[in-house]
């Protein structure tokens, strides 16, 4: 795999080898100065090569492939396929193309899972130039043979280690057998994992790594804190953080349940939240989200279908009330606050039990988090759970203190020792 070798400061979108009427288009949308993926992807991608970008969340991605996408799509009678993770995604980069391709006559259609198929059809047969879908929906065209992809000229996975993990990588080796060979193939994620890395090789003709920051960086302007906190006590603490930090919060939860329990707390509490997850039809996801953005909810609970679905400029908090699945899901989450240049805030939760998780994130991150001192909570009443009982039985040497029921005083190898 080739590495391109950085570039210059750039103050503007001149320069980047884009076409007079797309930087029109930029200056109308006022976007006025390029970020480092788009500065370092841009001229590779436009010169029709395949890329692999590697950028923290919240930097750009969408119009690194975006403009070289147009451009290179005017100068032939092929389309152009983008494939994300999830609806929310899809939606948001469907939305940011067609408006970038507006005033070219560029048009794109959207196909993803949770509404009908007819209307999609209906699009297909209209020769959309670009096509954004998940791949569980795409799949669905392809069975059906209401979609044809001997066309495609250039194909783009964004959210890529997530694309190609087990649970996705079926329906995109399915996609890619029905693509021709002669594309050009772009990758872009925050985190790209070794294994995935030679997955994604494999269907790339030596590919250009456009590395910005190692996999696992985070935005520097992210401040990130954590708590050692008793399971039973998340929610007191959640609350009280919530009503000390009065700007809008991302709340993510590691189960539907969960969410859904979280957000019937914070109502109670007088806290205008809602909930996404992937029990919520499309309509509701919408809801929650497009509330979230106009302020009807301050508070926004989710599962991880949101850490790589949201894109909404002013976040200023978001709280990991449970642990994610993954390291990388963590870099994902936070990315959803401190987005186009601003400041923000992260928290998370870990029951004393949890160091492992924790240090498996830290390794990932390059960097300690800060551990926060408990602040005074009411005694929550002990409610005997599966999930207790089974933490009795788990080894003593990743026990943080919880049978002395010191949570996050001594022993000496334990969090606080750290804390400030």
Do not use: C, W
């Amino acid at each position: 795999m080739q590495q391109q070798s950085p570039r210059g400061a750039i103050s503007n979108f001149y320069g980047l080898g884009i076409a007079p009427a797309l930087l029109a288009v930029l200056d109308r949308m006022n976007f006025r100065l390029p970020t480092p993926i788009q500065v370092r992807a841009i001229p590779v991608a436009i010169e029709g090569k395949d890329l692999v970008g590697i950028a923290q969340t919240g930097t750009g991605k969408t119009l690194a492939f975006g403009i070289p996408m147009l451009q290179l799509l005017a100068q032939t009678k092929k389309r152009g396929l983008v494939i994300l993770p999830t609806r929310e995604l899809a939606l948001q980069v469907e939305e940011s193309l067609r408006k970038l391709g507006k005033d070219l006559g560029a048009r794109t259609a959207v196909l993803i899972g949770g509404t009908s198929m007819m209307p999609q059809i209906r699009e297909l047969r209209t020769n959309p130039h670009i096509l954004v879908g998940t791949p569980g929906r795409i799949t669905d065209h392809l069975n059906q043979k209401t979609l044809r992809l001997d066309d495609v000229g250039i194909l783009v996975l964004d959210e890529a280690d997530r694309m190609l993990d087990m649970g996705f990588l079926p329906q995109v080796k399915k996609i890619l057998n029905v693509l021709p060979r002669d594309r050009q193939t772009m990758l872009f994620s925050a985190t790209m994992p070794e294994g995935i890395m030679r997955i994604a090789a494999s269907s790339m003709r030596l590919p250009v790594r456009v590395e910005i920051a190692p996999t696992g960086t985070t935005v520097d302007k992210v401040s990130q804190e954590l708590f050692i906190v008793p399971r039973e006590q998340k929610g007191t603490l959640l609350k009280k953080l919530l009503f000390d930090h009065r700007g809008s919060a991302l709340v993510f939860t590691r189960t539907k349940y969960g969410a859904k329990k979280v957000t019937r707390q914070l109502r109670s509490e007088g806290i205008k939240a809602a909930e996404i997850h992937s029990n919520r039809s499309l309509n509701q996801r919408k809801e929650a989200l497009e509330g979230f953005k106009s302020g009807r909810y301050r508070v926004l609970v989710a599962t991880d279908i949101a850490s790589r679905g949201i894109d909404v400029v002013g976040i200023e908090m978001v709280l990991n009330y449970d642990l994610p699945s993954t390291s990388e899901d963590y870099v994902h989450r936070i990315g959803r606050t401190a987005r186009a240049g601003a400041k923000g805030h992260a928290v998370t939760f870990a029951t004393p039990l949890q160091q492992r998780e924790v240090r498996a994130i830290e390794r990932l991150i390059r960097k300690q988090l800060l551990v926060k001192q408990l602040p005074e909570l009411p005694r929550v009443a002990f409610v005997p759970s599966f999930a207790h009982r089974r933490d009795r039985f788990r080894p003593r040497k990743r026990d943080f203190g919880r049978r002395s029921g010191n949570y996050g005083a001594s022993p000496a190898r334990n969090f606080t020792q750290r804390s400030r």
